[in-house]
């Protein structure tokens, strides 16, 4: 079945690269996204990245993409405060009406 | 930057009552979703919507109902709300299908339920 799997939770240094990784198993998702939610608001879409593609850039944010591993990492560099969220992966299920699987969220508190 | 509104953004309301959680988009989407989700946890769908006249269940089963009469509004009701109703519930909106990035759905900024 579908699954996405995240570790719960990264702290890191202001001024630090944040890494943080997802693991999903539907090796026909089409697309793979990062999501970013604050406290008390919905999700915002950060970037995404089609599965043919291994890598994409898009200012502090590099998302990396090994699809033999199933594997997504999203990189965020020189991390600032403003940066502490949950930050969810999420697949698109090839079945059905094109639904997104998310992830459970990776908490990242950044300290100074 | 996507248009896509949820109202009321805070409900507290005593067991029994029925309730309306409203979910409106401009973009003129055809797919629309309801998921709930609890503090820190992970999104569960509860409901999406195709287009108009067209209404699904979703993974996480619910006691809430869905209408989609037109195709910028996608309200749920619940009948009667109980305490185990207490969550947030997030309205997201899909242009088509996945393709160049059209797969992305776009989210409102939830709605915070309390039953007591």
Known sequence: GEDVEQSLFLSVREGDSSVINCTYTDSSSTYLYWYKQEPGAGLQLLTYIFSNMDMKQDQRLTVLLNKKDKHLSLRIADTQTGDSAIYFCAETFSGGYNKLIFGAGTRLAVHP | ?116
């Open chain 2, 1 to 116: 930057e996507a248009d896509i509104y949820q109202t009321p953004r805070y409900l507290v309301i005593g067991t029994g009552k029925k309730i309306t959680l409203e979910c409106s988009q401009t973009m003129g989407h055809d797919k629309m979703y309801w998921y709930q989700q609890d503090p820190g946890m992970e999104l569960h769908l509860i409901h999406y919507s195709y287009g108009v006249n067209s209404t699904e269940k979703g993974d996480l089963s619910s006691e809430s109902t869905v209408s989609r009469i037109r195709t910028e509004h996608f309200p749920l009701t619940l009948e009667s709300a109980r305490p185990s109703h207490t969550s947030q519930y997030l309205c997201a909106s899909q242009q088509g299908g996945v393709s160049g990035g059209s797969g992305t759905q776009y989210f409102g900024p939830g709605t915070r339920l309390l039953v007591l």
